[in-house]
């Protein structure tokens, strides 16, 4: 991913906008938890599941399972601040190996939040099952990613290009 996109990424986190026609049309296919997981997301996490929802319709028009694990991705993240998402770019940039080390800090320290972003799409299947999700769309969650998970690589996939 180049730069432009990198900077465009962040200035997206100081946008506080959401669509709201666009996000009320597409959270009316989540369940009541579902869509409280969602609306937990920052603006910026919103309008982000909101793109990879779209191109999910696009690619797979029928396929739903895709399209609610597109909107539910992120909500293993919590709400990072500006500081840790710059850190964890730069971190997987320039020093990746460090990820490893820094899951042995607390939650409460940068490097500890840093390191819990990397582990966001497991939190993410458990926070939607949680929620009720469709086992299908758990599934395709937690194998985010995974080349022979068809939905999971998809999904991966398509987050990359957004």
């Known amino acids: ?28 296919r989540l369940n009541a938890d579902e ?8 603006p910026a996490d919103q309008r982000h599941a909101l793109a990879v929802y779209h191109a999910a319709q ?9 399209q609610i694990a597109a909107l539910l991705h992120d909500v293993g993240k ?14 997987k940039a320039l020093a990746p190996w460090l990820l490893l080390r820094w899951q042995r800090f607390p939650d409460s320290s940068r490097r500890g939040r840093i390191a819990r972003l990397v582990g966001d799409t497991e939190a993410s299947a458990r926070l939607a099952e949680l929620a009720g999700s469709r086992t299908d769309v758990v599934e395709t969650l937690r194998a985010y990613g995974f080349r022979e998970h068809d939905r999971g690589r998809r999904l991966a996939e398509l987050d990359g290009q957004r």
Not at 1 to 13: C, H, I, K
Not at 78 to 91: E, F, I, K, N, Y
Request: hydrophobic share 35%; glycine share 6%; charged share 30%.
């Open 35 to 42: 869509r409280a997981l969602f609306m937990r997301l920052t």
């Open 1 to 28: 991913m180049g730069v432009n996109y990198r900077l465009r990424q962040a200035l997206s986190l100081l946008d506080p906008r959401v669509p709201t026609t666009e996000r009320d049309q597409a959270i009316r």
């Open 58 to 66: 696009k690619v797979s028009p029928d396929d739903e399972t895709l």
């Open 78 to 91: 919590g709400r990072p601040g500006l500081a840790d998402r710059t850190g964890l770019t730069l971190t």
